[in-house]
């Protein structure tokens, strides 16, 4: 599947931290740093994650905003 | 000021593409790999920015999917 | 690739708008009725869209609200 | 009230996942397919939210991809 | 309609800016202050907004951020 | 830091609802009304958010909808 989401950084999982209905994943991207994402614990399951897994952190550019110190 | 949006990656401004309303802020991070953002035309006035200027590129967690191959 | 995002509808482009930054997307659903969405033009580009291309409208289940009469 | 959300599907309840502060919404469309929503819980209690009640799944457009095969 | 948005503040339309596709709609907020909206085009002539027509400035929780000094 | 984010309205939290990932964060606004913001309780912790706290209620104009009677 190709996504309109023009952001999407490679990774792995870092972190895990899963409640009733979300799920917090840590992302440790391969160009360093993390981006923290907050999905649904069944997509949690429905991708298998797991510590360690390579992923990608996909975000909407509508989404991404800019600051400046 | 302090944000309780959790990614908050440092970078570059690479490009600019501005319109009536939005603009489209490519940010080289500084990581590596880029992030695209869609802004305001009138964000882009408030901080000045310009290609080359030190930036941010601001996420919310909850708007951060996770994709797998 | 997998992703996240929980709501993924099939359908196909219906109409188009495309401005400087953005472009409206109608999506003429398989099983009835139409979103529409709104992405970057550099998406549009990127994904070939044009009218009547098989397309998926995808949703991060967090975006969306639910209403009562 | 008339929203300036383009995208409102009718259906009906279909499951509920209720956590602390936030809830897992299924809508069963009446065009066909699944819209899954996460609102909080209050808005579940707010709106009288139960298994098999007309809704309808409301959906910024600025919120909403587009992915091809 | 009663919607899952937490979030609906009353005022009226200070200044509207149309582009191709969005249009951004400042809200100036009965409680003082103000609120910008980027909703489609479409949406406004769909609302009939115009300035100093009375309107709601809607938002999702999720959407909302919490910042400190 | 200066953020894009063009909605930055000054309250003091009202009160604090924190799940397992997430958290609600009810915001009294100085203009009067509320809003109602869902972060990660991971934000609530970094910011030492407690009842009583200055704070901004945060909004990407992207991320506001415009509703009418």
Same mark, same amino acid.
Request: charged share 25%; net charge positive; no cysteine.
């Given at each position: 599947?190709?996504? #309109? /989401? ?6 792995? *999982?870092? /972190?895990?931290? +899963? ?5 917090? *994943? *840590?992302?440790?991207? %391969? ?6 994402? &907050?999905?649904?614990?069944? #997509? ?5 994650? /797991? +510590?360690?897994?390579? *992923?990608?952190?996909? &975000?909407? #550019?509508?989404?991404?905003? +800019? /600051? +400046? %110190?």
């Amino acid at each position: 599947m190709k996504l #309109s /989401a023009r952001n999407q950084l490679p990774g792995k *999982v870092k /972190a895990l931290n +899963v409640g009733v209905v979300t799920a917090e *994943v *840590v992302v440790e991207l %391969d160009g360093g740093g993390e981006l923290v994402a &907050v999905i649904t614990k069944k #997509s949690v399951e429905n991708l298998g994650l /797991a +510590v360690g897994k390579k *992923v990608y952190a996909v &975000v909407k #550019s509508t989404e991404v905003m +800019v /600051a +400046v %110190d």
